[in-house]
């Protein structure tokens, strides 16, 4: 049985919390063994108590606010000399292996928010072996430690919005979460903590948190998803993101700020196009004007290779193109106009939209020359 469970099982014991044993001991799982695991609905939590109110108005949109996304994972304080060698199953027992879990939910914040994730790193990495890290996050709680940490955020006073996100580690948050709150100034800040967690839920984190930020930062309602959980998390925690009012990606928000027009010239008639921000849509840009040939392919897409190849480093794996849209399809080096609607494809990166003139794109006959060029 995991030490953590064990302590908190004597703590309870001892103060003689008949309720809380009984709420806490009934779902405490076997990490080693996967039968004596919990049902795996048992704890998912968007939790409303702890010490963090929701703002009165939910509804506030957070959109224009500028969000930072930080979070502490064991995976990424930690150094794994043989991955493949690594027995732990993130379902049944923290783990080593790259995401941890924590990062797996500030992963599907940033797709729902938008936002800068920052990884919160600390100086001395944290060992491998489970029993090993638990000594060393004990002793850490119980010097209330501030490991230093090696990066650090430069422009933190950008920032309205910051997510914290950390696991349950002895029942509060890593020492390193606290390292990170003491060295800036969250006053006027919003916070939004996120916790990756065992059987032992959010315990006292959330208060700790609040504890250590200045009275003038609203830390809003946080969620705790349990570790076996993790996987299945996204649906809820976008609906934890919507309640909170964060509706609207901030990376829309930024296309929209950022947007570029373009010109499509179609035997004298014209298509107007919004270019997306993205690697791929950038260097498309760079490259303009150009004069391509579209063909029709299948009926769906009208599509004209490019002389260039276009990076795709930190675009998606692949989208789900919608009529109007403009992508790459990066394995054939070919732009694709969507005149039909079209399921997820691999590979396929979204580089902008049509905003007038698809019938003039759905009407081109074969081998139609066109000129694509910036139109502001
Ligand atoms: C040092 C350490 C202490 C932990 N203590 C607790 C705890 O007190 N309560 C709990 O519910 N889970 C505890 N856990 C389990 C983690 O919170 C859980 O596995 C989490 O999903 C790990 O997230 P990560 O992959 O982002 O590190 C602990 C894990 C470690 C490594």
Not at 28 to 39: C, D, F, Y
Not at 95 to 119: C, H
Not at 211 to 221: C, F, H, I, M, Q
Not at 305 to 311: A, G, H, I, T, V
Request: aromatic share 10%; hydrophobic share 40%.
């Amino acid at each position: 049985m995991k030490k953590w469970i064990v302590a908190f099982l004597s703590f309870c014991m001892l103060l003689g919390i008949a309720a809380c044993g009984a709420e806490k001991t009934e779902n405490i799982p076997m990490p080693e063994n996967k039968s004596e695991e919990p049902a795996a609905n048992v704890e998912t939590t968007p939790v409303t108590e702890a010490g963090a109110e929701k703002p009165e108005d939910s509804s506030t949109n957070q959109s224009g606010s500028k969000i930072l996304i930080a979070y502490f994972t064991w995976a990424e304080n930690t150094q794994v000399e043989n991955p493949e060698e690594v027995d732990v199953d993130a379902t049944t027992s923290a783990s080593v292996l790259l995401p941890g879990n924590t990062a797996k939910m500030a992963g599907w914040i940033q797709q729902k928010v938008g936002g800068d994730l920052f990884s919160i790193i600390v100086s001395e990495p944290y060992s491998s072996d489970y029993d090993e890290c638990l000594d060393r996050a004990a002793d850490e709680k119980a010097e209330n430690a501030r490991p230093e940490l090696v990066n650090h955020v430069d422009n933190m006073e950008d920032y309205d919005v910051v997510f914290l996100g950390f696991p349950n580690w002895w029942y509060t948050a890593p020492m390193a979460i606290f390292s990170f709150i003491e060295e800036y100034d969250f006053s006027g800040k919003t916070v939004v903590p996120f916790c990756a967690h065992g059987t032992g839920g959010l315990a006292g984190s959330v208060t700790d948190i609040t504890a250590a930020l200045p009275d003038s930062t609203e830390v809003l309602e946080p969620i705790g998803v349990y570790r076996p959980d993790i996987d299945s998390a996204q649906p809820v925690i976008n609906e934890w993101l919507e309640g909170l009012g964060f509706e609207e990606r901030e990376a829309d928000i930024e296309v929209e700020n950022t947007e570029r027009k373009l010109k499509m010239t179609v035997n004298g008639q014209e298509v107007a196009i919004t270019l997306y921000d993205t690697p791929a849509a950038n260097a498309l840009y760079d490259m303009l004007p150009l004069d391509l040939n579209f063909e029709d392919f299948n009926g769906i897409e009208k599509i004209s290779y490019l002389s260039q190849e276009l990076p795709t480093e930190g675009e998606p794996d692949g989208c789900d193109p919608d009529v109007g849209d403009l992508c790459l399809y990066a394995p054939w080096g070919n732009l694709s106009i969507f005149y039909q609607d079209f399921r997820y494809s691999d590979s396929l990166i979204m580089l902008g939209h049509i905003d007038s003139g698809m019938d003039v794109i759905s009407e081109m006959e074969e081998n139609t020359s066109i000129v694509l060029e910036k139109a502001n």
